[in-house]
């Protein structure tokens, strides 16, 4: 259960104070309306403090509330609908609260806000519709921050507080969650140790419904597949089957045993898929959940570490053929992903750190705080403590689910920036007959790419530099003499697995490269083949 404060953001009219006091009053917490107590605190209603010392003193004042407040516990608060929106305010809510944003559409908040005078922000505004809408598209980068979006349209405000209830109800204090922003197929990604143990309570909180169909690697059934059969079980039929580890699995011959037992289990469409394992298993369970029925409600228990930050985030399922890995597959967004810290520590070391390789990606694509984070803690992370885990998985969901929200099916090309690192990576995996961890390709592939980056003159060395000192302390390889077991590999085999890979885009080789830490761009032009192999050098005789 949540004790920590429960946030409520979203713009103004979206029914915060509505909401949180139904709330308040379901959970036996206190209610605080951050609006009502600056104006209390400050002698002044809100709209005399706007005109009299104008915005940025009003926000001061929410400041200086908030940063009281956030200590409480047992306490529910209605935000001010700019609150989120100040650097400051913002670490605040979203380190210390549990936050939801309550999502109302345009057309609603004009009929609620029309012809309201007490709203400094709207008054003056001959068409307040317009200035309505601008405001929140100016917001909504903010308020997609919280933990849970939840679409509200005209729900009432006695349905929406239970809806959050469930959710306080399931989590503790010290977990975490971000949302995959897909408007009607949204879902969130719930970070935290001993989820398993809270599972029923997670899944009545979405809501996902009975029958369950579990579908576990094999490796992991026992104990981790059972615990969720027994847990489920409680909300109804849970049943359970399992699948043999390693890529093998991603095939037709699996995937047909699948639908023969669901067909076999009379898996109505309304039941639930889970699958529990990495992203063999994930991937797996996806497309057959994809399939099963034109597609039934399916959940993701990544239990690796490439699973929880990548493979069960996005929606893209797949199996394998004889031709090609991930040949047949299909979009299924999952309606829940939940990574419980606790199930990684049975991980070996190796494919535990050759997952940070992602993470790594992530911070130099799109996130330089993450990037701090791995370099200042890496000791902590290599360790697995809980408190880093949770926080660069939660930091790379987050960069994970946004570039899936921009780019969903892979349709305008945004979510090529996930690829830095991987055009080398695949080459190098290819060429040495799969011996290396895919991780293990990326962090060498990146550093490639990260020197290349350089000699095109898009980024300092200084990128290439601090991402080869973090990959180090991650104990990731950049180059291969590092990687244990590496078979020799010759530059030519290399360059024409590379050259494969252009084949069957029909295209120049594009790559994701680095501009500084935390942007990358993508190149148009053909790299020459003089600096490719100049990269795959350096990758050889650092
Ligand atoms: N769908 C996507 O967007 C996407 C993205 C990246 C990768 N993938 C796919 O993901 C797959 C690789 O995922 P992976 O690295 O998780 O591989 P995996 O599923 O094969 O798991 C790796 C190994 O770890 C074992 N294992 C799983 N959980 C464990 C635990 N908690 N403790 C100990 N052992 C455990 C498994 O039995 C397996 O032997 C590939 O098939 C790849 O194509 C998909």
Known sequence: MVTKP?????????????????????????FVDTDELVAQRFGKPIPQIFAEEGEAAFR???????????????????????MPTVPENL??????????????????????????????????FSDRYFRIASLLAQRERFYTQAQFILSCGRKPPEQIAEQIFAWVRALDDGDDAVTVDLGARSYPVVIGDNLLERLERIF??????????????????????????????????????????????????????????????????NGTIVAVGGGVVGDLAGFVAATYMRGVAFVQIPTTLLAMVDSAIGGKTAIDLPQAKNLVGAFHQPRLVL????????????????????VVKYGVIADPALFTYLDEQAEWIVRRHPIAL?????????????????????????????????????????????????GEAVAIGMTAEAYLAWRLGLCDREVLERQTEVLRKLELPTHLSQVPDAPPVALDTLMAAMGRDKKRRGTTLRFALPKRLGEVTITDAPVPETLLTEAWEFVFCQ
């Open 60 to 82: 001061r004042m929410e400041t200086q509330v908030l940063s009281e407040l956030i200590q409480r516990q047992r306490i529910v608060l209605a935000t001010g609908g700019g």
């Open 204 to 269: 009545a909180a979405v809501p996902l419904s009975e029958p369950f169909a579990i579908i576990a690697d094999e490796s992991v059934a026992e104990p981790l597949g059972e615990k969720v059969q027994e847990r489920l079980q409680r909300l109804g039929k849970a049943h359970l089957v399992t699948v043999p580890s390693g890529e093998g699995s991603k095939s037709v011959e699996q995937a047909i045993r699948l639908w023969q037992w669901l067909a076999d289990l009379a898996l109505p469409r």
């Open 91 to 124: 670490a605040m809510l979203r380190l210390n609260a549990l936050n939801f944003y309550l999502r109302v559409p345009v057309e609603v908040l004009y009929e609620r806000l029309a012809t309201a005078q007490d709203r400094p922000l709207l008054q003056g």
């Open 339 to 358: 990574c419980d810290l606790t199930t990684l520590a049975t991980m070996p070391d190796r494919p535990f750190l050759a997952g940070l390789a992602e």
């Open 6 to 30: 429960v946030a409520l953001w979203g713009f103004m009219g979206s029914g915060k104070t509505s909401v949180g006091k139904a709330l308040a009053q379901k959970l036996g917490y206190e």
């Open 390 to 438: 949770r926080v660069i998985i939660a930091r790379s969901a987050s960069v994970k689910a946004s570039v899936v929200v921009a780019d969903e099916r892979e349709e305008t090309g945004l979510r090529m920036v996930l690829n830095y690192g991987h055009t080398f990576g695949h080459a190098l995996e290819a060429a040495t007959g799969f011996s290396l961890l895919h």
